[in-house]
């Protein structure tokens, strides 16, 4: 896709001008970014993503980062599929990164981790006769996901990060018909809410 160029032209043109000397990051950081979400579902559309966290080394290539996140998708009906709606994800992750090239301005990383979603349908507007109405849950659940990431440091106390990241997740999801007349039925789908994401953010290191 397009719209993969830019970040990783970004990347590409920092690791191709950092310098080689070496200077392991070995501070924590609190982090904060926003970013987008890029759905692989085409009933989907991807929305603007918000998160902080906590980034903690442990030795000097790797550290953990523990986030959380928000962010809405919008849905288009579809046969089998979510209704017109909201859908509202919030990861509760946890990762790995691995620094593969560092020194005193710059910080090349890969990541991967795991993530907890806790997930909310709010269904929209929908065509249907008085006696019923139809309400659509998904299921939290988790998910596994890994990326690249590069670190631009500002200053002593701050570093500029740019992510590119890929959430694997299929989600257990239930249509339910509320019928006055011929009782309640439920029909059970797979909501298909793998992301690719691309965010940006500030490392406040202390």
């Not at 920092?14 to 970013?35: C, D, F, K, N």
């Not at 890029?38 to 986030?67: D, I, K, T």
């Not at 990241?165 to 039925?185: C, E, F």
Request: proline content about 5%.
């Amino acid at each position: 896709m397009k719209w993969f160029r830019f970040p990783i032209a970004i990347l590409a043109a920092l690791i191709l001008g950092a310098s080689t000397a070496p200077a392991y990051e070995t501070r924590p950081a609190i982090l904060v970014h926003a970013g987008f979400g890029f759905p692989e579902e085409n009933n989907l559309h991807g929305g603007w993503e918000s998160g902080l966290g906590l980034v903690l080394p442990f030795a000097p290539r790797l550290a953990v980062a523990v986030e959380y996140l928000q962010w809405k998708d919008t849905s288009k009906q579809s046969f089998g599929k979510l209704y017109p709606g909201t859908l509202t994800l919030a990861p509760i992750q946890a990762s790995l990164q691995y620094g593969f090239y560092e020194n005193m301005y710059f910080r090349g990383y890969a990541l991967a981790g795991a993530a907890y979603i806790v997930s909310r349908f709010r269904i929209g507007a929908y065509l249907s006769i008085p006696e019923v109405t139809i309400e659509q849950r998904v299921e939290n659940g988790w998910a596994f996901f890994g990326g690249l990431g590069a670190n631009l440091a500002l200053s002593k106390t701050f570093d500029f990060y740019i992510e590119m990241s890929y959430m694997r997740r299929s989600l257990p999801a239930v249509t339910i018909v509320h019928d006055t007349n011929l009782g309640n039925s439920e029909t059970s789908l797979t909501a298909n809410l793998r992301h690719v994401f691309l965010k940006m953010g500030l490392k406040f290191y202390f």
